[in-house]
């Protein structure tokens, strides 16, 4: 592999990392508040209308796939950012795909906690802000880390799909050396640091979610 190729393998991995790493904050700041208020309008605060619209929201938006999510989006990402191919493109769709994704697993992740905490907390008469600050958010927290680290994963997954249409990264690098000009080197090098970047982001937030249950942090 010649030096030029190992340099561009090498920008295009921190291309993937920096679109993951920012699609996964964005997405968590959607998807967190969306999959909070999806649990609390079912089994703290019952209001049927916002459950169903936010759960009708978050189905539609899961149903749609990425592939065709990226090309649909191409006007809003063209009209939010000026241009609809590079990074910053690329996290417009990413963010919006995995936002639904996310708030769907936080949903279970609070689904998991028993329900004689909200009982107890609702007694003691608790407000729903109260409710999710002090008991809901913090006795979650190892379920949401895992939830964030697949979605981290999924990220990755879905970065590698941007790249067919210019977001750049290691897909984009794989469609234009590896599937284009047939080079299976390249092809074989970017599959692996993808699979690299996978195994760190679970072990990490596995690591992270398990001290986080032991009460260490």
């Known amino acids: 592999m010649s030096p030029t ?8 991995t921190g291309e993937t990392l920096y679109m993951v790493l920012i699609s996964t904050c964005f997405a968590a ?3 967190l508040p969306l999959g909070t208020l999806l649990f609390v309008s079912r089994d ?5 209308l916002i459950h169903r619209t936010v759960s009708g929201v978050i189905n539609f938006s899961r149903s749609v796939p990425f592939i065709i999510l990226l090309v649909a989006l191409i006007p809003f990402t063209r009209l939010l950012i000026g241009t609809s191919i590079g990074l910053h493109a690329a996290m417009v769709p990413l963010t919006l795909g995995a936002a639904p994704f996310f708030a769907r697993l936080v949903d279970n992740a609070y689904q998991t906690l028993p329900s004689g905490l909200f009982d107890a907390a609702d007694a003691m008469g608790a407000t729903t802000g109260q409710i ?5 958010l913090p006795e979650a927290r190892p379920a949401l880390i895992q939830a964030l680290t697949v979605t981290a994963t999924t990220l990755v997954n879905y970065s590698a799909m941007a790249g067919t249409v210019g977001g750049g990264g290691l897909g984009d690098l794989a469609i234009r050396y590896g599937y284009q000009r047939f080079d299976l080197t390249v092809m074989i090098s970017t ?15 596995d690591k992270l979610s398990h001290h986080l249950s032991r009460g260490i942090i």
Do not use: K, S, T
């Open 132 to 136: 999710i600050r002090h008991v809901l």
């Open 29 to 31: 700041l959607l998807g």
């Open 5 to 12: 190729m190992l340099y561009d393998i090498l920008l295009a």
């Open 191 to 205: 599959v692996f640091i993808l699979v690299l970047i996978v195994q760190f982001i679970q072990m990490l937030g």
């Open 44 to 48: 703290i605060r019952p209001h049927r």
